[in-house]
């Protein structure tokens, strides 16, 4: 949906499940 900068901070901001597997691959 998002980029995977707006991904990680909108994700870990919401804490949607989007954000994890994005923190585990970087």
Known sequence: ???SS???DG???TGK???MPA???R
């Open 1 to 3: 949906m998002m980029p």
């Open 6 to 8: 707006s991904t990680t």
């Open 11 to 13: 994700g870990r901001a």
């Open 17 to 19: 499940g989007i954000v």
């Open 23 to 25: 923190m585990l691959e």
